[in-house]
């Protein structure tokens, strides 16, 4: 069973299985209390989830990680993610309102790509863990039996023309020579293969204040400003810098609104 836990601006998924649970990635630092309302409206418990896996390891995915994990569920992560549990430290540290509690590693129970299907298997989960590069180095996917596949960050199908002959064509060849049949995103619509939608957009249009945050972060491209510096001066969250730039830089000429009929904004 999947359920879509709904409370912030990055997608979070509670997979249930014959003997347990495990939740698919979490919001920014600051939304615990968000976060346990949503999955108290869907039925559940937090202290009941036996595991929290994180897709990769940028703010907007694991900022109440370990706030999740003092309550009971223990945090997962595969070996290729070791060196990247803390590259998010920094930046959630200096929001002080946002009360951010770093992930203790001693908690954390690692395992290998090649032994994840057999820790799933523990909690009645039929699936494997994959690396897929491309969006980060760290990013890992979940890959089901039942053809739900969950990719965290890794560029969306509907943009798969943009990346052609690059890392992120390859590793999506690799998950479609699975068959999927479901695709779901961190921050869109879920794709349903089987009937051909893609996933995308939420929605074609946005607030003023989108607009003019858009236009802010195009002039800081402009300048060659980093992301996280870009993040520190907007207050925009790090995936939607993410998607202005790729946007920006791969449709040269593209107006503050075409940059906005091509991302998903989602409330960001």
């Not at 957009?201 to 003023?208: I, N, W």
Request: contains cysteine.
């Amino acid at each position: 069973m999947i359920k879509e836990i709904k409370y912030g601006t990055t997608n979070t998924y509670l997979i249930k299985g014959r003997n347990g649970s495990i939740l698919f990635d979490t919001g920014w630092a600051g939304t615990l209390a968000a976060f346990c309302h949503a999955v108290g409206e869907a039925g559940e418990k937090v202290q009941d989830i036996n595991y929290l896996l994180i897709s990769h390891y940028h703010p907007d995915h694991m900022g109440i990680a370990q706030e999740i994990a003092d309550m009971g569920p223990v945090i997962c992560a595969a070996d290729i993610q070791k060196d990247y549990i803390h590259c998010s430290d920094r930046i959630l540290a200096k929001d002080k309102k946002a009360s951010f509690v770093p992930i203790r590693d001693g908690d954390i129970r690692f395992f290998t790509i090649e032994d994840s299907r057999a820790f799933l298997q523990e909690i009645g989960i039929d699936g494997a863990v994959y690396a897929t590069p491309g969006h980060t180095n760290d990013s890992i996917s979940l890959m089901l039996d039942s053809g739900e596949l969950f990719v965290g960050d890794l560029n969306p199908l509907y943009e798969l023309e943009l990346h052609r002959g690059t890392e992120i064509e390859k590793t999506w060849n690799m998950l479609l020579s699975m068959k999927p049949a479901k695709v779901y995103y961190g921050h869109a619509r879920a794709a349903d293969l089987k009937s051909g939608f893609l996933g995308g957009l939420v929605g074609k249009s946005a607030p003023d204040d989108v607009y003019s945050l858009v236009k802010r972060i195009m002039k800081y491209v402009d300048k060659g400003i980093p992301k996280e510096t870009i993040a520190e001066k907007t207050g925009a969250d790090i995936v939607f810098i993410e998607d202005v730039t790729r946007m920006y830089v791969t449709h040269p000429g593209v107006s503050v609104q075409g940059i906005l009929d091509r991302i998903e904004i989602k409330g960001r």
